[in-house]
């Protein structure tokens, strides 16, 4: 049973170029999140996700970034523009329930340098 | 709203050491609360965990109490080892859609 996948692992882009991550939840799992990890600073919500649907993207900047997760494949999450200040780690996490907190299970994430 | 505070890193010991690294924590409710680690080159994997006031979570020799009293889950081990150095990070969850809160996370590098 695979874990949660993200790719690509490393991504290099240029300034005002576009920033297309990656991620495939466990088997099973319809809830998505998106959180954002700043060098040497912890995790930061971005947006949540379940199928076709954005619960709450609260976290996420207003300019730029969108995400989705269709009915069927990956969820992806998309950064237009890009800036360096968007040079971060991604991660993506998925759940099976909505709060099941304690069952969140993470991908390896996607390192975006942004040159 | 909620936050997380852990002690600044980098944490360095040498093996056999006895580990503390500190979290508290500023929520509204009755948080459950969580200790994730990250390997080098890796994702988050959950550690330990307490849902309620004076539960203690345990794991891999890891332990953390969780008071109420004093807002506070501090990590510890009594004899940590080199496979240890990982990044540490104190997490809670509430009620709502947001599924965690994470603190800046702790490095512990741990010398042989």
């Known amino acids: 049973n695979a874990g949660v996948m993200q790719n690509p692992r490393h991504l290099v882009r240029r300034r005002g170029q576009e920033a297309r991550l990656r991620c495939s939840p466990m088997k099973g799992h319809s809830h998505v999140y998106w959180y954002r990890q700043l060098p040497e600073e912890g995790l930061k919500f971005m947006v949540y996700l379940q199928k076709e649907n954005i619960i709450d993207e609260s976290g996420m900047p207003k300019e730029r970034f969108s995400a989705e997760f269709p009915k069927e494949g990956p969820s992806i999450l998309r950064i237009q523009q890009v800036v360096r200040g968007d040079s971060a780690a991604y991660f993506c996490a998925s759940s099976l329930r909505q709060g099941e907190n304690e069952k969140l299970f993470f991908g390896s994430g996607t390192q975006l340098s942004v040159l | 709203g909620n936050s997380v505070t852990q002690m600044e890193g980098p944490v360095t010991l040498s093996e056999e050491a006895f580990l503390t690294i500190n979290c508290t924590y500023t929520a509204t409710g009755y948080p459950s609360l969580f200790w994730y680690v990250q390997y080098p080159g890796e994702g988050l994997q959950l550690l330990l965990k307490a849902t309620k006031a004076d539960d203690k979570g345990s794991n891999k020799g890891f332990e953390a109490t969780y008071r109420k009293e004093t807002t506070s889950f501090h990590l510890e081990k009594g004899s940590v080892q080199v496979s240890d150095s990982a990044v540490y990070f104190c997490?809670?969850?509430?009620?709502?859609?947001?599924?965690?809160?994470f603190g800046s996370g702790t490095r512990l590098q741990v010398q042989p």
């Open positions: 997490a809670l969850s509430n009620t709502g859609r947001r599924a965690l809160t």
